[in-house]
Nanobody, 119 residues
Framework: QVQLVESGGGLVQPGGSLRLSCAAS????????MGWYRQAPGKQRELVAV???????NYGDSVKGRFTISRDNAKKAVYLQMNSLKPEDTAVYYC?????????????WGQGTQVTVSS
């Protein structure tokens, strides 16, 4: 019952920047995680960044120092600022939210937004 919609993807040159947004609708418990994953053609989906409701953030090794995750709880939104983009960052980026609802954890995924880094 949670819907996630990503935006902000597109084509950018190497060294450029993009900011991705993910807006959630529906009920999200105060205990939750919000994060970003990505998947390039022929490769497994990998963690990009995750933010927990307790204030912890984690980043994949390949994006540390270049990407920054942030959230706005009032807006039920999560953002990913991507700087110094490289061609290997090209992938579909997915927003993911986990929330404790009823008696169990629920996991929700967005449809993804394409990021292409190319000259």
């Amino acid at each position: 019952q949670v819907q996630l919609v990503e935006s902000g993807g597109g084509l950018v040159q190497p060294g450029g920047s993009l900011r991705l947004s993910c807006a959630a609708s529906g009920s999200i418990n105060t205990q939750n995680t919000m994060g970003w994953y990505r998947q390039a053609p022929g490769k497994q989906r990998e963690l990009v960044a995750v933010s927990t409701s307790s204030g912890t953030t984690n980043y994949g090794d390949s994006v540390k120092g270049r990407f920054t995750i942030s959230r706005d709880n009032a807006k039920k939104a999560v953002y990913l600022q991507m700087n110094s983009l490289k061609p290997e960052d090209t992938a579909v980026y997915y927003c993911k939210v986990t929330t404790f609802i009823l008696s169990h954890w629920a996991e929700y995924w967005g449809q993804g937004t394409q990021v292409t880094v190319s000259s």
